[in-house]
């Protein structure tokens, strides 16, 4: 008999706050709706703590119905002085209205919406060497000029 794959779990890893600049609409592009928001700077706290760096974005892509395909990248410094990238692929999605609420900048309710990502980690510094070798999913919140997330390791 074949061994049975271990079922995941998922364990508190770290937050992240990240300040938004203005969203760039580049209209009907070949590949969809496209927009961008900056990513102006930010925290990153728990197992890693540091500073979300500006110049990083989120690519987003937005969807005949108005999801959101989103595509993050952005780099962070740890108190340490290491540099990490982190790299953000996830949805999301909801009924038109909030979804126009939150495009719009209005506080709305996260159980109102889905939004979600997968979060992967590259970094040279050895000493976190192990957030590479780990996939992470993030349960996220719009603000009218942030995201925040809490990043949980999948065993």
């Keep these: 008999m074949a061994p049975t794959p271990p079922i995941p779990a998922l364990e508190p890893?770290?937050?992240?706050?990240?300040?938004?600049?203005?969203l760039e609409d580049h209209g009907m592009t070949r590949a969809g709706h496209r927009r961008?928001?900056?990513v102006?700077?930010?925290t990153i706290t728990g197992q890693?703590?540091?500073?979300?760096?500006?110049?990083?974005?989120?690519?987003q892509v937005?969807?005949?119905?108005?999801?959101?395909?989103?595509?993050?990248?952005y780099s962070a410094r740890t108190n340490e002085g290491e540099l990490l990238l982190i790299h953000s692929v996830g949805v999301r999605s909801g009924?038109?209205?909030?979804?126009?609420?939150?495009?719009?900048?209005e506080q709305v309710d996260p159980s109102e919406y889905y939004f979600r990502t997968a979060v992967t980690i590259e970094t040279s510094a050895s000493r976190l060497r192990?957030?590479?070798a780990s996939l992470y999913v993030t349960s996220c919140v719009r603000e009218a000029d942030a995201v925040r997330y809490t990043a949980y390791r999948v065993t």
């Design 13 to 22: 890893a770290f937050d992240v706050e990240a300040r938004l600049g203005p």
């Design 36 to 38: 961008v928001i900056p």
């Design 40 to 42: 102006a700077g930010g």
């Design 48 to 59: 890693i703590e540091g500073t979300l760096l500006a110049g990083g974005a989120d690519w």
């Design 62 to 73: 937005v969807r005949a119905d108005g999801s959101i395909e989103i595509n993050g990248h």
């Design 95 to 105: 009924a038109p209205a909030v979804l126009e609420a939150l495009l719009h900048g």
């Design 130 to 132: 192990e957030f590479e």
